[in-house]
């Protein structure tokens, strides 16, 4: 793997790097997990949440989940290997509310004009 750059750094997380597979030249996201910071300096092996992770995503093939492409643990540390995507569950999400919420407006402002030029005689007939 060849990191290209450092996507977040979240301490007990640890670190997600975008990088380039050497064989494939395919992007990858690479999560690199240092097992002292993890546990607080305790040697406490690999965290079950760790192990959980792996095993869940290697056994769900689905179109929306993210797949691990490869994971090892040496020494004090831990790297798995995602295939890439370009956006996180969170960005995306926040993306999509705004877009609601400008379309909800539009359609609300729309839906004002549309009625503001009846009078309201007119509006009661309709309603009633």
Not at 1 to 22: F, H, N, P, Q, W
Not at 65 to 94: G, S, T
Not at 107 to 126: D, T
Request: contains cysteine; hydrophobic residues 35%; positive net charge.
């Amino acid at each position: 793997m060849l990191i290209t750059s450092c996507l977040v750094e979240r301490r007990s997380k640890g670190k997600l790097y975008i990088a380039k597979d050497r064989t494939t030249g395919e992007r990858c996201t690479l999560r690199k997990i240092f097992l002292d910071v993890t546990n607080a300096g305790q040697d406490d092996g690999l965290p079950t949440s760790v192990l959980r992770e792996i095993s869940h995503l290697k056994t769900v093939n689905h179109p929306n989940i993210v797949k691990i492409k490869h994971a090892e643990v040496k020494n004090e540390l831990a790297q798995i290997v995602y295939e890439f995507n370009e956006h996180n569950l969170k960005d995306y999400m926040k993306k999509v509310h705004k877009e609601s919420m400008l379309l909800q407006m539009q359609s609300k402002n729309k839906l004002e004009r549309s009625l503001s030029p009846l009078p309201l005689h007119k509006i009661k007939m309709v309603l009633f």
